[in-house]
């Protein structure tokens, strides 16, 4: 009796001894990575390029990254139009079969009216069905998607030009953020957004089958890719 | 006798079992203050270059950031030797306010008097942290870490106004 017993204790501090370990190695070592669940996105209707409606709802399914920007917006703006352009051409390639968007929303809505758009997509090269720039007619509510929505800040100056800072929020098929880049890092903007899709997409390819526990306990502790 | 009796003494099975209460206690009003207290642990949210702070055109415009006029506000700020940019902040009450907080040159503290608003601002990292003020008001900012000569200059105010004055004032 007290032999078993003896043993049924070594048995159980083992098993607790092997988990705890495990979790360890698994939080330090990080075997898995993936990018956080940050917050549900924002639910919204827009107008594209072509004056046709885009929904929250037509991106589902789809990685979107979300950009913000006016199209009168000096020179390169701030860079955000090159590394959409590059962005453009790289993410397909990392997504392979997952379906990828871009999707610029315009912070000068008074202005940008989907012709200007349109004539702003072709002079970036923006690829239709790949990259939408998207407005919508009331300023009002688009500061509601873009601020309560998006979480990002504009102001709109009196002499026509929009004070912002480049932002990018990355949005996973199921609509969930996963990626919210707000200022410069140690890793340039663009080789995070660019390494992230790569991270989400290994996810999504991935995360299937007995594999799933392996990314969920990812979430649970926090294994997030820097 | 039991099993159980003769591999651990009573008084030391006692004492286990008051250390094990402690510990979930711990753990219990841990969660109240968390949960319930909404005591927060600053996060460091990302690492920047301290040295790249004037190039970037979030960090060259440090201030209040209106997201959704009346409720939702982020405020970016720069500790330095021996200031706070900017010193003067002024927000609605009522609104979620949300800090960002870097320091460009030596290691800094971001303290907001009568809150629960502290953290460490450490050259390259950012500290991110949340508040909701309920009432109209003067909230000083000091520094915490002492960072030379003018350390105890270091201070700031947050101005809380009622949102209809907040709105008027725009």
């Known amino acids: ?226 | 006798m039991t099993a159980h009796s003769t591999l651990i003494d009573r008084h030391e099975r006692r004492w286990i079992a008051i250390s094990a209460a402690l510990l979930a206690s711990f753990a219990v009003l841990i969660g109240i203050a968390g949960f319930a207290l909404g005591v927060q642990v600053p996060t460091l949210e990302q690492r920047v270059d301290p040295a790249k702070l004037n190039e970037d055109p979030v960090w060259s415009q440090p201030g209040v950031r209106e997201i959704v006029p009346g409720r939702k506000y982020e405020v970016y700020i720069i500790a330095q030797t021996w200031m706070f940019v900017p010193r003067e902040i002024v927000v609605p009450a009522g609104a979620k306010v949300t800090f960002y907080v870097t320091s460009r040159d030596i290691q800094h503290g971001f303290k907001v008097l009568d809150t629960d608003l502290n953290v460490q601002v450490i050259p390259g990292y950012v500290g991110k942290l949340s508040y909701t003020f309920k009432e109209p008001g003067e909230y000083k900012f000091i520094c915490t870490e002492y960072c030379g000569l003018g350390h105890a200059a270091m201070a700031g105010v947050i101005k809380v106004v009622p949102p209809e004055e907040y709105q008027s004032s725009q």
């Open chain 1, 1 to 226: 009796m007290n032999r078993a017993f003896i043993w049924i204790t070594r048995g159980v501090y083992t098993f607790f001894g092997l988990v705890f370990v495990s979790v360890v190695a698994f939080k330090v070592f990080q075997p898995v990575q993936v990018l956080p669940r940050i917050r549900l996105g924002p639910g919204y209707w827009l107008l594209d390029q072509d004056g046709q409606r885009l929904t929250n709802e037509d991106m589902r399914g789809k990685v979107v990254l979300y950009s913000f920007l006016y199209t009168r917006c000096p020179g390169d703006c701030y860079g955000i139009v090159p590394l959409l352009q590059k962005v453009q051409v790289q993410g397909p390639q990392i997504m392979g079969d997952i379906p990828f968007a871009i999707v610029t929303i315009t912070l000068d809505p008074a202005h940008d009216t989907p012709e200007v758009l349109k004539a702003y997509a072709q002079q970036v090269g923006a690829q239709p069905g790949l990259w939408y720039f998207a407005t919508h007619p009331d300023p009002k509510r688009l500061k509601l998607i873009v601020g309560a929505g998006f979480g990002v800040w504009y102001e709109p100056q009196p002499d026509g030009s929009v004070r912002f800072a480049p932002r990018y929020v990355l949005v996973d098929g199921w609509g969930i953020v996963r990626g919210d880049y707000k200022y410069e890092t140690i890793a340039s903007t663009e080789e995070r957004i660019l390494r992230h899709l790569g991270v989400l997409a290994e996810e999504i390819q991935n995360s299937q089958g007995s594999a799933k526990l392996a990314y969920e306990a990812a979430h649970f502790f926090l294994c997030y890719a820097p």
